[in-house]
């Protein structure tokens, strides 16, 4: 906690015990009750009893071994109870306080005794609680930091995963056209050209444009779709205003590439079917494959590492704030993402 807020906490703290002696002050006015001592020497040994502890229990919370505070404490609860008596009989003394009625201190009323030992015990407490409350504060703000440290770090050591993983997959794309001696690999290199710069810049930040998202989207799939033969094998469809949205970067790119690695090549178009629809509040990107008619396709999809990273992903970036729904049959294999932004 900064200290300016800690200050803040101690003033509130002494407002609200000075109220407190202007409330007995008011209760007792009338009678013989005499209030001067509750406005001059009282208020000063009290200061002295609540620092005293608040000091020590700081021990508490910076000390590793608790035997030298424990000690400390109880030197100190032994030695205020005394030094309050002492201080007070001494100010009562000097000023010729007229019903002073004890000759030296030794022979001081039992009761300012223990009047003295009430007021330990009550500033102790006082100090103890605001202490704990301070620490406390600390002590959440330590977690938070930790905490996105921690998230922070996840989410970087994820996006250096999925980097590499498409970066592996196109150059193997564009090592296989320029094998066969293509003419579509000078455009290829272009793609790819166009997906690196994305991935290192754009994708490094937290969030990015909807649209440059959806440019990197457009580019992996004209790389994908050089291997096969169908042009119209990819429908992809945008609706919505596009101006000013921002996303999470690389965060749909997993959902296309698991379509073209797990879906079947050999039926009608389109193969593969992408919705991207943009509303006031949410974004809906929905990506539907027709499965290979060869076993644990669509298993592979729900189980595979890219789908179980952008699980975490989406857990960590829209906690709360998102839907995702994986729906698979014998023909078609469905993806349905809901972002609340």
């Not at 009750?33 to 208020?43: G, K, V």
């Not at 000063?44 to 505070?69: A, D, M, N």
């Not at 009625?101 to 030992?117: M, Q, R, T």
């Not at 997993?254 to 629809?277: M, Y």
């Amino acid at each position: 906690m900064k200290l300016k807020y800690k200050i803040l906490i101690h003033v509130a703290f002494w407002i609200y015990m000075f109220n407190q002696i202007l409330l007995t002050i008011a209760m007792w006015s009338g009678t013989k009750y005499d209030p001067f001592e509750e406005i001059t020497i009282y208020p000063i040994t009290s200061f002295i009893t609540f620092y005293c502890f608040y000091i020590v229990y700081g021990l508490f919370f910076t000390r590793k071994r608790k035997l030298y505070p424990i000690l400390l404490l109880i030197a100190v609860i032994v030695i205020l109870i005394p030094l309050r008596v002492g201080i007070e009989y001494l100010f009562w003394k000097h000023i010729g306080f007229s019903h002073l009625k004890s000759p030296n201190l030794l022979n001081v009323d039992k009761s300012w005794w223990f009047n003295s030992l009430r007021l330990v015990i009550i500033y102790g407490i006082y100090a103890l609680l605001i202490q704990l409350a301070i620490g406390w504060f600390d002590t959440q703000k330590l977690r938070t930091e930790l905490l996105l440290e921690k998230q922070s770090g996840e989410l970087a050591l994820l996006r250096s995963q999925i980097n590499p993983h498409f970066l592996f997959n196109t150059l193997n794309n564009i090592y296989s056209l320029v094998y066969k001696k293509s003419e579509d690999a000078p455009e290829a290199v272009m793609k790819m050209s166009s997906i690196m710069r994305y991935m290192l810049y754009d994708a490094t930040t937290d969030s990015v444009l909807l649209e440059k998202e959806i440019e990197y989207l457009k580019s992996f799939i004209e790389l994908e779709k050089l291997r096969i033969r169908h042009k119209d094998f990819v429908a992809f469809n945008i609706s919505g205003n596009l101006d000013g949205r921002t996303i999470a970067p690389m965060l749909l790119i997993p959902f296309v590439e698991n379509a073209f690695k797990h879906g079947s090549r050999t039926v009608s178009n389109p193969g593969i079917t992408i919705n991207l629809s943009i509303g006031a509040q949410q974004i809906l990107f929905d990506v539907t494959n027709h499965v290979r008619k060869n076993g644990n396709n669509a298993t592979d999809q729900v189980g595979g590492i890219g789908l179980t990273n952008i699980r975490r992903r989406l857990n960590l970036l829209y906690p709360g704030k998102h839907k995702l729904e994986i729906t698979s049959s014998d023909d078609l294999f469905n993806v349905q993402l809901i972002l609340w932004i």
